[in-house]
C-alpha cells in the first residue's frame, strides 16, 4: 500500500464549476501536510499547507481529518487556469516529503 | 521565488558516461531532496539529507549516489549512465522545522541514448 494514496483523475469539468480532490495517507504519525500543484513540464509549487482546523485561501479549502487520516482539497469557481495535476504531501515524523501521484484536473469552457 | 537552483536544464549524454547533475539553494535550508519523475508520473524520493554530511537512501533504489560536503550543495551523480536512467530530476530543500513546505529547483531532463 502506498503511503499516501489519491485518485488520479484525470477530473474534467466546466468553469465555474466546484471541485474536490481526496487523499488519504497511511502512517498516523505523519506530522505536516500540503497540497502542490504542477503544471505540465514544470516543477511543483505550494498550493498551500493543511491544518488540523482546516483552513482557507480564497477559492480553495483544505481541510485534514487525523482520525481518519484524511485530506482533501476543495475548489470553488474552476477557472482555466486551475487546470493541473494536483499533489497531496505528507511530511512524516522523520521530516521526509512523500508525495502522492496526483490527481489531474481539467478545466474546460 | 525559490533560491534553488538546478544545472543543466537539459542534458543528452551517450550510456556509460560519467555525470553529475548540480543543486544549489541560498536559503541555508538543512534538508534538501533528490526525486525522480517520468512524465506523466508520481514523483519517487531518491535521496535525502538532513544536513552536511548527512545522506539517506529515499524510498526508490538508485544507482545514483550524493554527497553533501557543504550546506547549499546536494549534487547528483551516476558513475555510468544508461538508458534505463532517462527521466526528470527534481531537487528541492526545506527547513527543518515541520510545517515548513519544501521549495523545489526546475529540474534536470535527462536523456541518455
Known amino acids: 500500500r502506498k503511503e499516501v494514496e489519491q485518485d488520479p483523475g484525470p477530473f474534467n469539468v466546466p468553469e465555474g464549476a466546484t471541485v474536490a480532490f481526496n487523499c488519504t495517507y497511511s502512517?498516523?504519525?505523519?506530522?505536516?501536510f500540503f497540497w502542490y500543484r504542477q503544471d505540465c513540464r514544470k516543477e511543483p509549487k505550494l498550493l498551500m499547507s493543511?491544518?488540523?482546523s482546516g483552513n482557507e485561501d480564497g477559492r480553495f479549502t483544505a481541510q485534514l481529518n487525523r482520525a481518519s487520516q484524511y485530506i482533501s482539497l476543495l475548489i470553488r469557481d474552476s477557472k482555466l487556469s486551475d487546470s493541473a495535476t494536483y499533489l497531496c504531501?505528507?511530511?512524516?515524523?522523520?521530516?521526509?516529503?512523500?508525495f502522492g501521484a496526483g490527481t489531474r484536473l481539467a478545466v474546460h469552457p | 521565488e525559490a533560491d534553488i537552483y538546478q544545472t543543466p536544464r537539459y542534458l543528452v549524454i551517450g550510456t556509460g558516461k560519467k555525470i553529475t547533475l548540480e543543486c544549489s539553494q541560498t536559503?541555508?535550508?538543512?534538508?534538501m531532496y533528490w526525486y525522480q519523475q517520468d512524465p506523466g508520473m508520481e514523483l519517487h524520493l531518491i535521496h535525502y539529507?538532513?544536513?552536511?554530511?548527512?545522506?539517506e537512501k529515499g524510498d526508490l533504489s538508485s544507482e545514483s549516489t550524493v554527497s553533501r560536503i557543504r550546506t547549499e550543495h546536494f549534487p547528483l551523480t551516476l558513475e555510468s549512465a544508461r538508458p534505463s536512467h532517462t527521466s526528470q530530476y527534481l531537487c528541492?530543500?526545506?527547513?527543518?522545522?515541520?510545517?515548513?513546505?519544501?521549495?523545489f529547483g526546475q529540474g534536470t531532463r535527462l536523456t541518455v541514448v
Open positions: 539529507s538532513y544536513g552536511v554530511n548527512s545522506t
Open positions: 504531501v505528507v511530511k512524516s515524523g522523520y521530516n521526509k516529503l512523500i
Open positions: 528541492a530543500s526545506s527547513e527543518v522545522a515541520l510545517n515548513t513546505e519544501a521549495f
Open positions: 536559503m541555508g535550508h538543512d534538508k
Open positions: 493543511v491544518y488540523s
Open positions: 502512517n498516523s504519525a505523519s506530522q505536516s
